[in-house]
């Protein structure tokens, strides 16, 4: 794990700052934490966690309750025009775009070595050794430099929390695997969070 | 010669220039001989109004672009906003083309334009998907700069160019069976305005229209949404506002008087500085924003009254790039240049008010169009409302907005909401009467625009044509 540590300036990550607090106040988090700075991975972890209970809170009681369980109304990707629920895959990205919005300096994306959406498909050295390594089922963790900035990259498996996820998967046409099932994991959170003082 | 002679010279010299060049900035008169380039046709009327988009140290901003567009990017479901090339894993691709920044690919004051207001080389899409040869085989064959291509990709405003609606839209016949747009009908109502503006002449749905307005007449358990109609015994103006009859017969026949709008509810304008309230003969677009909010905001962000937004003098078609009368050069645009005070007939505003100041080829073509067939036959009587098509109904379109489970429409009076690139106008105004394979190639013909529509497309777009073949092949037929 990297010694580098972050020191956050609560004016740029607002969100940030309230994460870490609860993570760090939080046992079993993991990570280790020192006085004026808190480490890249306690800050990816507790994201992470943020994150991943966000979306299968989304994907189970939302899409695969009201779309594939009572039938009331289907996730299109196009959600707008159907007047459908968002496709999980998108209330991610939406949310992680308006992250960025807000002017957040962590990012992160769903990437999959299986991706619907070839833009999807992981793309830095840390992303292809982060995508392969999760296939375990265990955390990946690395710095990366991306156009001259140093970053924590983590990657962490993405299973299918439900039958919808699976369902979509393998009925898509544009999808490169459609054998997926319950409990597979069908891609990656990739989080990065910046390691340069800014 | 004293040796703080060449300082003095400097200093003099630094002055002088200083003056000369920067005392444009300041005189908004000045400043036009000190523009870097030629404007592009979107920005030409405010390019006196450096602010509006400069920094004075900081270039242009996104801040100043979306200031004005970012409503429609957001509203239009914008497939490539600037948050989907913030994240780092996209860096490499930001290189290459910075598409977090707006003026990358739309500069002002320079001569080289490849698309419509796009400044960068036609083959930008490749950057980042250059893979869709290979993942697409159907797209092999297509030049790299043609991907934008009227009836294939819009890189901002894809909503009636994505596949599956495309596949939804197959086979339908060039004209529908139901040939009308929405009529209008109840808009929003303004808190604190003295009356609803449900429409100055809003038009009561025929009986075969199909219901798709909420009706603005209805009495809720509140009582009635207006206060009742005047007539002319009502009539509020002070003496000093004279007393002309005609004026006063025409403002009964309206809906202002039906819907309790008197005399003061607009000449009686408030002096924003001292609170005092003072009749005004003459009137400007704030005294009709007070209950049209969203009428004028269109107005304010299109090419008609953009010049006000940037507190500018007021547009006139002898400002314009398009040919116009010369009659009318020095006419200055307001809602009344084309709602005719009093009267407000929107019929008029439709058609009339546009042929009286354009005189383009589209323009100039109009009336020999099917569409002003209709138009006439329409206003009439001799057709359903809804079914003729007057400029307005492309360029000002009726939109339909869903609010609390009802439907409301609402004209767009931002003339160039649609208008470029022009499939966007494919789901705003074309397929309400037509067919997306047919709208797709007439709008794609450059001389069918210029024919105003009259005749046949001359080219074809195949894009539902690859949308089909995709689906056969997905469902194994």
């Known amino acids: 794990m990297s010694t580098t540590f972050l020191t956050l300036t609560a004016s740029k990550v607002g969100l940030t700052v309230g994460l870490l607090a609860i993570a760090a106040a939080t046992p079993g988090c993991g990570g280790k934490t020192e006085a004026g700075g808190i480490s890249p991975q306690v800050m990816a972890d507790s994201l992470y966690s943020v994150i991943a209970a966000d979306r299968a809170t989304y994907t189970i009681e939302v899409v695969n309750r009201l779309q594939d369980k009572e039938k009331v109304i289907k996730a299109d990707e196009h959600f707008q025009d159907a007047k459908a629920l968002p496709l999980p895959a998108q209330m991610f990205r939406m949310g992680a775009e308006r992250v960025q919005k807000n002017g957040a300096t962590f990012s992160y994306s769903l990437l999959s070595q299986w991706p619907i959406n070839k833009q999807n498909a992981p793309k830095t050295e840390a992303e292809k050794a982060g995508l392969k390594a999760i296939e375990s089922g265990k955390n ?49 959170v990739v989080i990065r969070i910046p390691l340069d003082k800014s | 010669m004293s040796p703080r002679l060449p300082v003095i010279c400097f200093a003099l010299v630094t002055v002088i220039l200083g003056g000369y060049y920067g005392a444009p900035f300041f005189h908004q008169g000045d400043q036009l001989a000190h523009l870097p380039g030629e404007t592009s046709h979107a920005h030409h009327q405010i ?26 990017l957001t509203s239009e479901n914008d497939s490539h906003p600037d948050g989907k090339f913030t994240d780092p ?160 017969t025409e403002w009964v026949k309206t809906a202002h008087s039906g819907a309790g709008v008197n005399c003061k509810g607009c000449h009686q304008q408030t002096d924003p500085a001292s609170g005092a309230a003072a009749w005004q003969s003459k009137l400007d677009h704030t005294a009709c924003a007070g209950c049209h909010r969203a009428e004028d905001t269109g107005f304010l962000q299109g090419l008609h009254g953009m010049r006000l937004a940037s507190k500018l003098p007021p547009m006139t078609p002898g400002l314009a790039q398009l040919p116009m009368k010369a009659d009318m050069s020095h006419a200055q645009l307001g809602c009344n240049s084309c709602h005719k005070a009093h009267t407000f007939d929107t019929s008029y505003a439709a058609v009339e008010a546009c042929i009286g100041c354009h005189d383009d080829q589209h323009t100039l073509a ?26 307005a109904t492309c360029h000002l379109p009726r939109e339909v907005h869903q609010e609390g489970g009802h439907s409301r429409v ?68």
């Open chain 2, 410 to 477: 609402q004209v767009q009076h931002n003339q160039n909401a649609n208008l470029r690139p022009n499939d966007k106008m494919l789901r705003s105004v074309c397929m309400s009467c037509h067919g997306l394979g047919f709208s797709i190639d007439a709008l794609a013909d450059p001389e069918m625009t210029r024919r105003n529509f009259n005749g046949r497309p001359g080219r074809h777009v195949t894009s539902l044509e690859m949308a089909e073949k995709r689906l056969k092949k997905k469902t194994g037929e």
């Open chain 2, 366 to 391: 109009y009336k020999a169009s099917r569409h002003f067939l209709l138009w006439e036959q329409e206003q009439q009587g001799k057709a359903a409302k809804g079914t003729g098509v007057s400029c």
């Open chain 2, 47 to 72: 390019e006196l109004a450096c602010d509006q988009c400069h920094t004075p140290f900081g270039g242009v901003k996104n801040e100043a672009c979306s200031k004005c567009h970012g409503e429609a």
């Open chain 1, 140 to 188: 990946f963790y690395t710095e990366e430099t991306i156009a001259g900035k140093k970053y924590f990259t983590a990657a962490y498996p993405d299973k299918a929390v439900a039958e919808a996820c699976g369902n979509c998967h393998n009925a898509h046409q544009d999808s490169p695997r459609k054998d997926f099932k319950l409990g597979d994991i069908i891609g990656g």
């Open chain 2, 89 to 248: 894993r996209n860096a490499e691709r930001s290189a290459g083309l910075d598409a977090r920044s707006c003026v990358t690919c739309h500069r002002e004051h320079v001569p080289d334009r490849t698309l419509v207001g796009v400044t960068v080389p036609g083959d930008f899409c490749v950057k980042c998907h250059a893979d869709v040869f290979e993942e697409r085989p159907s797209h092999k064959d297509f030049a790299t700069d043609s991907c934008s291509n009227a009836g294939c990709h819009n890189f901002h405003d894809n909503r009636a160019l994505y596949e599956d609606f495309l596949v939804k839209h197959l086979h339908e016949p060039e004209q529908l069976a139901n040939l009308r747009v929405p009529l209008r009908g109840a808009s929003q109502i303004v808190a604190g305005a003295s009356a609803t503006d449900a429409g100055a002449d809003a038009e009561a749905p025929d009986a075969s229209a199909d219901a798709q307005t909420t009706d603005p007449t209805e009495p809720t358990d509140a009582g009635p949404p207006w206060p009742k109609a005047l007539t002319a015994k009502d009539r509020d103006a002070p003496t000093e506002a004279g007393d002309d009859p005609a004026l006063t």
